[in-house]
């Protein structure tokens, strides 16, 4: 049993056994209960089915969560009581409140630029001849993960000193130019917002799917009754086909904006949060791990989990409206 348990084959094997023994638990103890009447059987299936998975989620979130909350009013080897002194710190200190700064202007900006790109490039590209090609054009970015869209835009920010080779595809253009160099991920406040640009490259496509698909939603006789009404191609934009639409934007909007105030991969891939790039993930990163501050980094784990929550619920109510609508 060591040697299994020593060996990633061994713990697979063993992991596999215990997934199969539960499950045949499981299903041994439903058929107990098939002699149960009715109103004690449904509650007892419900606890057995639905036990294990509430039971995983109470260990690996509930309880996570609490202690999360519990060490935010801790010192920083979550020995003694400080009380709000860490949240105070967190709004107060100058590099924490550049994070703040660079967090808001990151969910202002991505989840607006991404569903206004996504939005004109759906209709603009709906019913054309090209219509298919064009969609997985925009979509692609979508495969790829933060970290290797991270690497991706690194390399095309790249800078050198001047008079030296520039290996960066947008410096190598600006140097054929015969211009100087510009530092795209050194200078701030500017290096956020190009560090913004890749985020949108990567979600713009999630909003051109959605949206074109609600566009295709959009019933044929009030655009052609609109038509007929002499209503021009900017009167059905914003007149017929933005209301319409309207519940998948703010769908599109509150999801992005959800993944934007999560963001740590592309800000710690490209700049490692330096220069003034740091977002709130990357502050409670770097305050739990890298200076071993555990109070300061939970207290930046409730915030961000303060602003996340809202957002949360208002996508989950306007989707349930959503649904009634169809329904």
Request: proline share 4%; hydrophobic share 55%.
């Amino acid at each position: 049993m060591g040697f299994l348990l020593n060996t990633r084959v061994g713990q697979l094997i063993v992991a596999v056994v215990l997934f199969a023994a539960v499950v045949a638990a499981l299903l041994l103890i439903a058929k107990a209960t098939d002699g149960v009447r009715e109103r004690v059987r449904r509650p007892a299936m419900v606890a057995i089915f639905a036990g294990p998975a509430l039971l995983l989620l109470a260990l690996g979130l509930i309880y996570p969560f609490f202690r999360t909350v519990w060490m935010s009013f801790m010192d920083a080897r979550s020995q003694s009581y400080v009380g709000f002194a860490n949240y105070v710190d967190a709004l107060t200190v100058p590099s924490n409140l550049i994070g703040f700064r660079n967090t808001f202007l990151w969910v202002i900006l991505t989840p607006l630029l991404s569903t206004g790109i996504g939005l004109v490039y759906a209709v603009l590209i709906d019913k054309s001849r090209f219509e298919k090609v064009a969609k997985a054009m925009l979509f692609l970015p979508m495969a790829i993960s933060f970290v290797g869209a991270g690497i991706i835009w690194k390399f095309v920010y790249e800078y050198k000193g001047a008079g030296q080779q520039q290996i960066g595809a947008l410096n190598a253009v600006i140097d054929a130019l015969g211009l100087e160099p510009v530092r795209f991920l050194q200078d701030a406040p500017a290096n956020t917002i190009f560090l913004i640009l890749v985020l949108v490259w990567i979600e713009a496509g999630f909003a051109m799917v959605i949206l074109s698909a609600s566009i295709k939603a959009v019933p044929e006789d009030i655009i052609e009754a609109a038509r007929l009404d002499g209503a021009s191609p900017w009167q059905l934009f914003w007149r017929i086909t933005i209301p319409s639409i309207r519940p998948s934007l703010v769908v599109v909007l509150t999801t992005i904006s959800i993944a934007t105030l999560k963001i740590f991969d592309i800000t710690r891939t490209m700049t490692g949060a330096k220069f003034d790039t740091q977002v709130l993930a990357n502050l409670m990163y770097d305050q739990s791990f890298t200076f071993g501050n555990n109070g300061l980094g939970s207290a930046m784990a409730v915030f961000i989990f303060l602003l996340v929550v809202p957002l949360v619920i208002f996508n989950i109510r306007q989707m349930a409206k959503n649904r009634e609508v169809r329904g």
